[in-house]
């Protein structure tokens, strides 16, 4: 799967001339749309069907700063996915250098309840498989 | 009335270390939403009441630059309201000294469609006065 | 010139799940940053050669609302540049429809003084000709 | 000490009409910056004594929504500091409810290289203590 590229904006660096911190949780979210569109479980379409995924907990390591202009790669995998979980990882390079390392922890809820989709929305289940790495 | 205070965050500066300059179209409707709650028609009870009220125009003149921690005081008043469109006017002080001087206009809309809010909202077109300048 | 594409992120929408009114100063920005990379004097050239160029004023008309996963298609021209002043103009459209308009007005600095272009960094005010509509 | 207060701006929140959760990020270091105000250690005291303390990792937990106009009560305390590295922790509650818990870890830094602060930066050391959990 093509890696997705996050340019770095101006007004995302900060007075150290820097990427602001708090921005790399927006380029994991991002990154997490667009491979959920490329397998064919985009935002809209879990929305239409019912669903939604929130953010139940992020872990994150910042190993180099990146600054204004630099390509991100992202890059986004299944780490671990159970009954009531789904646990994303998340890695970034900035050519070639690993920059960040994270993971996000969903849950799902239908109709204001939390749900297993491995029971409930199994084609998104297997979709997901195709990232587990 | 109370000026609105807005206290410049880390993240709001840039590589030139300064306010970047899309931060002060958010303070703008921080100040908004603040003047609209001490009239007593915030952005809560228009919507209970049916009515919102999106920008349709923004004019700004960046006077000054501000800096982390700076406190920015925050006045807005009524500079024109004609049969659909109201236009606010903001002055932004930083240590007495004029920042940022800038005005929006925004139309009213109710059930989808463009109202009058001197016809149809007379309660707030009355409150709205109190601000006028 | 090809033309400079913004895909409207998740973050970027508010409560009514339009495109937040500030963030269009930042794709202003985005723009404006990709057009002076592409006639050669993008915000590094012109930093280490010494210049700055401070947003002095911005005036811009929201025409139709945008959503999570457009693209606008921005394109950025030079409407004037007099001697201390150079007015940029912006047209965002949204499937072939006028979504946003606007324009920014910036001067120039070198070693903290206004400068004026034409006379001081001729090369870059010829590169700006291109630009003109 | 007194409890930092984040007012929910109506720009912090996203299509869910919920506060988008990259903004709890920033909630954090708008009440780290206050709490190092408060013992006498802020940014810029640092920063001129030739001071920075990047962020190396974060670990959040949200715990419930907050919405726009809620006040969220952040409270930072030191969780553990070793040779290198500080560990502070957070709680933000909103109407007595936790609604997010965290922790960043910081290195310190001077003259561009990892400094002990206990040994070189005593009195940042001990005020730090009051913070102590």
Redesign the interface.
């Known amino acids: 799967m093509e890696k997705y590229i996050h340019k770095v904006?101006?007004?995302e660096?900060?007075?150290?001339?820097i990427t602001?911190?708090?921005?790399y949780?927006?380029f994991m979210?991002?990154a997490r749309?667009d491979v959920l569109d490329h397998i064919g479980y985009?935002?809209?379409k879990m929305e239409s069907d019912g669903y939604?995924s929130?953010?139940?907990?992020?872990?994150?390591?910042?190993k180099a700063?990146t600054t204004?202009?630099d390509e991100i790669e992202i890059e986004v995998f299944v780490k671990e996915i159970s009954t009531l979980k789904m646990t994303l990882g998340y890695e970034m390079k900035c050519r070639g250098k690993l920059v960040f390392r994270g993971s996000s922890v969903h849950c799902f809820f239908a109709e204001g309840r939390p749900v297993s989709i491995q029971e409930r929305y199994s084609g998104f289940y297997e979709a997901l498989m195709q990232l587990k790495k």
């Open positions: 904006k101006y007004y660096c900060d007075r150290m001339g602001h911190h708090s921005n949780i927006r979210e991002e749309v985009g935002y809209e939604t929130p953010v139940v907990s992020l872990s994150v390591d910042y700063p204004f202009q």
